[in-house]
């Protein structure tokens, strides 16, 4: 049977591989940017390996630089990002319909992304979205706030509530086993969207169990 309105009224977004189509612009960013910092570039065929947790974390895990080197290097790669990869860009087939259907219904919509808060309103922007966000929740430059578990509170109080107030009333919707471990650690329910980047065993790992194979589907899951 069809549900007549969505239940949460807080729904979360991912941003790459739940809204975005953004692997292209990521991997030449990335890429470049090891390059500028004279390092021999590793095997990136793996989107999962680098989409989804924070920047910094793939320098440190993926590149194995320094703390120092992954510190410049998010720099650079933010410099690159901003010029060029940000422009690669495309929504999914199917999302500005579901965002369409979901702000019909009175809810709150927020971006909840790793990715740097000001990339993340200029993604929002370039993709012909912004309108039916009421907030675009990113990371700070300094990484003090990059994981989900810190990033899903602060985008509850950017829509006017808290996860105290509101636990049971939020939903995120994300393509990786970061937002799974996110939603799990902060308590809030979870719809993987297996038309991402991400490993669908992953997330079911870190305790995710509804999945939409398309964009379209996630209405009746939230």
Known sequence: MKSLMVKHDYILFDLDGTISKSADGIKYSLENAI???GKPVPDLSDYTL?????????????????????????????????TKGKFV?????????LLKKIKADGKKI??????????AKEIIEILGLSQYFDAVCGSTLDGSRKDKKDLIPYALNSLGTS???????????????FDTKGAVQTGIDFVGASYGYGDI?????EGGKVFADTPLEIYNLI
């Open 163 to 177: 996860l105290e107030k509101d636990r049971e009333n939020v939903v995120i919707i994300g393509d990786t086993y």
């Open 35 to 37: 390059k500028q910092m």
């Open 110 to 119: 927020a971006v909840c992304s790793s990715k740097y808060e000001l990339f």
């Open 89 to 97: 860009n495309k929504a999914y087939d199917g999302i500005e319909e």
């Open 201 to 205: 065993e992953q997330m079911k790992k």
């Open 50 to 82: 680098y989409i989804g947790p924070p920047l910094i974390d793939t320098f440190l895990n993926i590149c194995h630089f320094s703390q120092e080197e992954s510190l410049r290097g998010v720099e650079v790669y933010r410099d690159i990002y901003n």
